[in-house]
T-cell receptor, first 113, second 116 residues
Framework: TQLLEQSPQFLSIQEGENLTVYCNSS?????LQWYRQEPGEGPVLLVT?????EVKKLKRLTFQFGDARKDSSLHITAAQPGDTGLYLC?????????????FGTGTRLKVLA | ETGVTQSPTHLIKTRGQQVTLRCSSQ?????VSWYQQALGQGPQFIFQ???????GRGNFPPRFSGLQFPNYSSELNVNALELDDSALYLC???????????????FGPGTRLTVT
């Protein structure tokens, strides 16, 4: 059974602070995706990383894929209230002949103005 | 290009009833995956459909079944509903991974199912 653990589970910070969310597994993934989800809505894809050690930037968000492709991190610089939401990582790979995604437990972020 | 759509938005059913949820995939995508997301948790993979056949399944009982149609739209059927089936049901469309070995998936807004 593949598991993806995210930490922290909950995070409440002031506007302007920096934060890092971690996504860890003992399994190797072909790709890893990060999503943000608002209450009552579907997850929205932020980024996909596929190469070990890869770093991608999306404005104030920096995503990194671990060298061994087992873990990833999401760093937000100068957080804003609009960053509030549930952040999910999902590891992709072929399991029992099917390409599918295993989702992490999620990190609920609240940014206070 | 249209995104992933799902219907209905909300649904209330009674324990023991049956329900059908619908999903239209993003234009150009031929694979549909269904997920169950309980409150406060990450999505759990139910199954995936490709070329109108089930292409993989998570740890869900047989009363969870699905269909994919020639236009790649899909249905999720749940029989003999239980209280624990109350959740947000998400549909995601993607392309079967090609040479790159990576398949990005895009989610619909979900259907909120409440079983009483």
């Amino acid at each position: 059974t593949q598991l993806l653990e995210q930490s922290p589970q909950f995070l409440s910070i002031q506007e302007g602070e920096n934060l890092t969310v971690y996504c860890n597994s003992s399994s190797v993934f072909s790709s890893l995706q990060w999503y943000r989800q608002e209450p009552g809505e579907g997850p929205v894809l932020l980024v996909t990383v596929v190469t070990g050690g890869e770093v991608k930037k999306l404005k104030r968000l920096t995503f990194q894929f671990g060298d061994a492709r087992k873990d990833s991190s999401l760093h937000i610089t100068a957080a804003q209230p609009g960053d509030t939401g549930l952040y999910l990582c999902a590891g992709g790979g072929v399991y029992s002949g099917t390409y599918k995604y295993i989702f992490g437990t999620g990190t609920r972020l609240k940014v206070l103005a | 290009e249209t995104g992933v759509t799902q219907s209905p938005t909300h649904l209330i059913k009674t324990r023991g009833q049956q329900v059908t949820l619908r999903c239209s995939s993003q234009s150009g995508h031929n694979t549909v995956s269904w997920y169950q997301q309980a409150l406060g948790q990450g999505p759990q993979f139910i199954f995936q459909y490709y070329r109108e056949e089930e292409n993989g399944r998570g740890n869900f009982p047989p009363r969870f079944s699905g269909l994919q149609f020639p236009n790649y739209s899909s249905e999720l059927n749940v029989n003999a509903l239980e209280l624990d089936d109350s959740a947000l049901y998400l549909c995601a469309s993607s392309l079967v991974p090609g040479l790159a070995g990576v398949s990005e998936q895009y989610f619909g807004p979900g259907t909120r199912l409440t079983v009483t």
